[in-house]
């Protein structure tokens, strides 16, 4: 009578073909997907029992390891088994899920990658968010980073890979700064994104967010459809830092939170420092269609 | 009467306080070290019982986590003797040890890396070459791929981590034309450095090696001092392709294989297409020394 799958209430993870729960899951010391960051991957949200762009984040996903060159060991219909069984087994009703491709090992002593047996794992957790809810209500309050983002001449950053040191040293600044995030520059310096989430401005009615050097981010792409059905404008753009000081309203956008209102940037209040009503509008929405079902996958048993 | 150590043979691993056969060894799949590449590395070589350049290496390992802002649980006497320990349960005579720190876990549900308690972690394996014993005959040929490693006003290349996917799509594009292994270049063009080595070419009898955007590598200052012992003009240089492709002699250099010959690249053959006069007599030269214990700190109980 005891419930089997209680140890999974805080998280699962499915490692060599086998379910654990999340306090023990490990990956091999010698995995390049560790010692040389080869791994790409996708993160998927679940909100009340339902996927949501179960099929664009598995598309995207084979995408980013197609190109890597790696060999994944389950079809499409397997990965949505695994994700689907990942959620089931924890009873989260919103969760947070990633799946990953690495590398995997090669044979000691050999430096040839090609020998490598590619690996996928995944795991998932209870929903988190980028900014928790006294910050949602209030606005975040980013700091623009000198610290430059890959840019993408170098790496393609439309693949969802771990090349995040820039980030976690872009944090680290931020925080010394007493700001709650960080968003990183390109060579140009132009804005680009921070870790997890896009940006957007609002500058007279219009949506504005950085054209190049990020990720295609999920939740961007929705931000965009949203607009469309609220009959805002919207365009990707170069953004100075100057343009987000300047901006009516300025969020961020993830899998991690949807969308969430900026306070301030560096220095400068954006707007009166209040979460502005274009944000609003496209957070409610945002909910109000996930929760309604809109483009959401069920997850099996729930 | 068993030789508790045996297991050890293949390779050993130091995590979380333990000793681990290397087959055995795994790390938490939610260590930023790997969802982040939040991690920074050392490695050492061990020729004939004799580490190369300890000192050097710890000191160097101690830059790299203090520039990321990491703590790391073991003093400097602390990680020569799990350094030491690591090589004599192995009893490899040559070895090649790692030293990594990583960012560590954060409790799930939080976005704040300050909360992350740090790990150090160590492996050891049998001594490995870039370049195995005919193409070190031989000489290497190498592809210089317009793959742009990231430069230095982007990440701090004297931190030796892992963002290396550049270097495996390189190794990948360069096993596709046929050569052994990659050089990558800076945003201007120059060559920079390969998977886990640097490069020189001769000319005219001077040594020249990338001045910038490139790891400080331990080998690379030996080469340098080996230089000046053989009173051998050297210098820090701008390097485009061409300047390797017309080079007389061409040679890489790594803690994993020392210093090796070139015999290609791209399409342009080296001198004859032999290893040249000025390769090997470093090449000697730094085994020589190696062997006579030049800054040399022996295992103990070897």
Redesign the interface.
């Given at each position: 009578m005891t419930d089997p799958d209680h140890a999974f209430r805080?998280?699962i993870?499915f490692?060599d073909g086998e379910y654990v729960p999340?306090a023990d899951?490990?990956?091999?010391?010698?995995d390049?997907?560790?010692?040389?960051?080869?791994a790409c991957l996708d993160t998927i949200s679940v909100w009340k029992g339902l996927f949501f762009r179960l099929d664009d984040h598995l598309a995207r996903f084979e995408l980013s390891y197609a190109r890597?060159?790696m060999t994944c060991p389950y079809s499409r219909d397997q990965l949505q088994t695994i994700a689907m069984e990942c959620v089931r087994r924890t009873g989260l009703r919103d969760a947070y899920l990633q799946l990953i491709m690495t590398?995997g090992r090669i044979p000691?002593?050999s430096?040839?990658?090609?020998l490598a047996q590619n690996r996928f794992?995944a795991?998932c957790?209870?929903y988190?968010w980028?900014a928790n809810a006294d910050l949602r209500a209030r606005g975040l309050a980013l700091h623009v980073s000198a610290?430059?983002?890959?840019?993408a001449?170098?790496?393609d950053p439309t693949i969802k890979?771990?090349?995040?040191?820039?980030?976690?040293?872009g944090?680290?600044e931020a925080?010394d700064r007493g700001a709650d995030?960080v968003l990183l520059t390109d060579?140009d310096g132009s804005v680009t994104e921070g870790?997890g989430f896009n940006v957007f401005a609002v500058r007279e009615g219009e949506l504005l967010t950085p054209e190049s050097g990020v990720l295609d981010g999920m939740t961007r792409t929705t931000v965009l459809e949203l607009a469309r059905e609220l009959n805002l404008r919207a365009r990707l753009a170069r953004l100075a830092p100057a343009n987000l000081h300047g901006a009516g309203e300025v969020f961020i956008c993830s899998t991690a939170g949807g969308i969430m209102p900026v306070r301030k940037v560096d220095a400068a209040t954006i707007g009166d420092g209040a979460p502005g009503p274009t944000t609003r509008r496209l957070e409610q929405l945002y909910w109000r269609k996930r929760e309604s079902r809109w483009l959401g996958t069920p997850i099996d048993g729930h």
């Open positions: 805080a998280g993870a490692i999340i899951a490990r990956i091999p010391l010698l390049l997907g560790f010692l040389r960051s080869d890597l060159r590398r000691i002593g430096r040839d990658i090609r794992q795991f957790i209870p988190f980028i610290i430059r983002r890959v840019p001449k170098l790496d890979y771990y090349h995040w040191l820039d980030f976690e040293m944090l680290l925080h995030s060579l870790p």
